[in-house]
């Protein structure tokens, strides 16, 4: 919550129009007429298909994908491949679905990730969760 000190503009608080500006930045806000609006970063929709290469099957590989799904926030799938890969398909916010990519890139204790293959895709916004696909 916002003290109401900082929502005013007058000299009775003790704080020039600069100092709450000041403020306002450090907090990541912005006032305008419309009142106070917090600076969000884009959270857009992005979609990504990875597809991860090395010693992923048999490791715990899509339960732990799933569970980093969770912590990140991201819907989709992963699923084995029959050439040993594991691929991934993962909808979410651009910074939430980068972060997972990272977690995906370290793998599980028993895992040894070699390579990450990443397509771009349009959302699809039919995953409403994470789920392990066979």
Do not use: C, W
Request: hydrophobic letters at 40%.
């Amino acid at each position: 919550m916002i003290p109401r000190a900082l929502t005013k503009f007058t000299p009775s608080y003790g704080l020039s129009k600069e100092k709450v500006s000041l403020v306002f930045a450090i907090l990541g806000l912005h006032s305008d007429r419309g009142g106070i609006k917090f600076n969000l970063p884009d959270m857009s929709p992005i979609a990504r298909r990875f597809f991860i290469g090395g010693e992923v099957q048999g490791v715990g590989y899509r339960f732990f994908a799933q569970r980093a799904a969770a912590r990140h926030q991201v819907v989709g799938y992963v699923k084995n491949l029959d050439d040993g890969r594991v691929e991934v398909l993962a909808e979410g916010p651009a910074h939430q679905v980068e972060s997972f990519k990272h977690e995906l890139a370290t793998g599980p204790r028993f895992s040894s990730v070699d390579h990450v293959e990443e397509i771009n895709l349009d959302p699809s916004g039919l995953y409403s969760a994470f789920r392990i696909e066979h």
